[in-house]
């Protein structure tokens, strides 16, 4: 696939005055509706006439879904922070870098509430976007936006739904103006064969305004160059969605009708309940001045043939309330979100603690979940990152793509550290490796070796600089730390090999 340098600009010319394709006018459609329902706004089911009771329930129960989403997924907080890279003569990430992402993130408390509302775009929308705006004025950071999916549309490759070709951005900006930014990729070379951004790439900002009785878009101050190899927008799909360049929300139509359903029959049942949940006296052969009523007192019907009795409701509209609880169970599966999850205790198991087995069991689907989430968010997180050190200039563009980033997950399960503990040891007295049972209980073999060896280094330092412990002469190994025979001819390090087997 070959496209020329003045075809695309043509091609970024013809995107502002075209029109909104039919499926992102029905996409922004379903992400309203969502909206509606993720913030309890449903129609009532039934009709109520002028000064009637209103019998309506309305049950939310597409907010919980989002919602609890959002919080397996990022947890209480997530540490982003540089990793090593290769090659690297110090094992330690680079602290500078480190205080630049901390100072671009934020602390947690802004970390994590903007990580949140991204996760409830996601959820909600499908797709997650999130603009990079270098540092401006006095600002020494970049600064990083969360933007509305429903404003947002993508334009990919026809025969690549990855490679994304430009970002247009849409939104009324008055009651009569609207505005459209395009930002759209520059291949100088043509060289399309390889996916995501090449060294040589970049791109254009153009603005544009459009009066709503008109038909033409007018571009509005200069086109921008964006002079790096990623877009100032980042994206990512919140639940894989093969062969689409939208992922898939949370919240899908078929959970919203099940909760409008669901609305639907707790309304009927609450209105059963209203006019025929009080019994009801009825009286035949008799005048209602014949009839006594307070307590103590003693009714004579005035014939035979008179009559007084209740008319009460049989039913205890068991079916109803099953039929409900029918609704709830399906739209529990269809979300993978277990009734633990949402605290429903009758759904726990009795009989004391849970064994972790069977929690894992209980929460495996919110846990496969959570799982491709975590690496859908998790690239984006990564992405911006390395994007704002290239805008920090902490390093180059040509680093963008390797530079590694870690992020540290919270654990998705309540953790038992006492008999986590006890579990690693009674696997290293079967024979385990150390290594493996970390792992087993969640923790890196190789980080937490790391740790130790830094912990080590310090207490060292510490009693050094107490006089507790003499510092190192020159060419004495420093305490705490293995000695490198690497560089010693064969016959030394046998020589010291077998004085310390003799010692």
């Not at 982003?80 to 630049?100: C, R, W």
């Not at 007084?308 to 079916?319: A, G, I, Q, R």
Request: net charge negative.
């Amino acid at each position: 696939m070959s496209i020329d340098y003045q075809v695309q600009q043509n091609q970024q010319k013809t995107l502002a005055q075209a029109p909104v394709p039919p499926e992102d006018i029905k996409r922004k459609r379903c992400m309203t509706e969502a909206w509606k329902r993720y913030r309890g706004e449903f129609e009532p089911p039934l009709k109520v006439e002028k000064g009637e009771e209103d019998p309506n329930v309305i049950s939310n129960r597409c907010a919980p879904i989002v919602d609890k989403g959002v919080s397996f997924l990022f947890g209480d907080a997530i540490k982003i922070e540089p990793g090593e890279k290769e090659g690297s003569e110090t094992d330690t990430p680079d602290e500078a870098n480190q205080e630049f992402l901390d100072a671009v993130w934020g602390d947690d408390d802004d970390k994590m509430t903007l990580l949140s509302e991204v996760g409830m775009n996601g959820g909600v929308c499908g797709q997650v976007f999130a603009k990079l705006v270098p540092a401006q004025g006095t600002q020494k950071y970049p600064r990083i936006v969360e933007l509305d999916p429903s404003n947002v549309r993508i334009v990919t490759d026809p025969e690549d739904c990855k490679m994304h070709w430009a970002f247009i951005i849409e939104y009324p900006i008055y009651s009569d103006t609207q505005k459209r930014q395009i930002i759209a990729r520059v291949d100088p070379n043509a060289d399309t064969t390889k996916l995501g951004e090449t060294l040589d790439d970049y791109w254009t900002i153009t603005n544009y305004e459009k009066k709503i009785t008109s038909q033409t878009w007018v571009q509005v101050g200069t086109q921008e160059d964006w002079r790096y190899p990623f877009a100032p927008i980042f994206t990512n799909k919140n639940l894989p969605n093969p062969n689409e360049p939208w992922g898939i929300p949370d919240l899908t139509e078929d959970l919203i009708g099940q909760n409008e359903s669901l609305n639907f029959n707790d309304s009927n049942t609450a209105s059963i309940i209203f006019f025929h949940g009080h019994p009801k006296t009825i009286a035949t052969g008799a005048n209602i001045q014949e009839l006594k009523t307070s307590p103590g007192d003693i009714t004579l019907l005035p014939s035979p043939d008179s009559k007084v009795y209740n008319l009460e409701m049989n039913s205890d509209l068991s079916s109803s309330r099953n039929f409900s609880a029918d609704i709830r169970m399906t739209m529990d599966e269809r979300c993978r979100i277990p009734l633990s999850a949402l605290s429903r205790l009758e759904s726990l198991p009795g009989g004391g603690d849970i064994p972790a087995t069977t929690m894992k069991l209980m929460f495996q689907p919110l846990i496969e979940k959570t799982t491709q989430k975590r690496r859908l968010y998790g690239k984006m997180i990564r992405q911006i990152s390395r994007a704002a050190l290239v805008l920090g200039k902490k390093i180059t563009i040509e680093e963008y793509e390797n530079y590694p980033i870690d992020i540290h997950w919270p654990n998705l399960l309540p953790i038992d550290k006492q008999k986590d503990a006890t579990a690693a040891t009674a696997l290293q007295d079967a024979g385990v490796s150390r290594d493996t049972s970390l792992q087993e209980i969640g923790y890196n073999p190789d980080v937490e070796a790391k740790k130790r060896e830094e912990e080590t280094k310090q207490k060292i330092k510490t009693q050094q600089d107490m006089g507790m412990v003499p510092p190192p002469q020159p060419g004495q190994q420093p305490p705490g730390q293995q000695q490198d025979n690497s560089n010693l001819p064969n016959q030394q390090q046998n020589g010291k090999q077998l004085a310390g087997q003799k010692g």
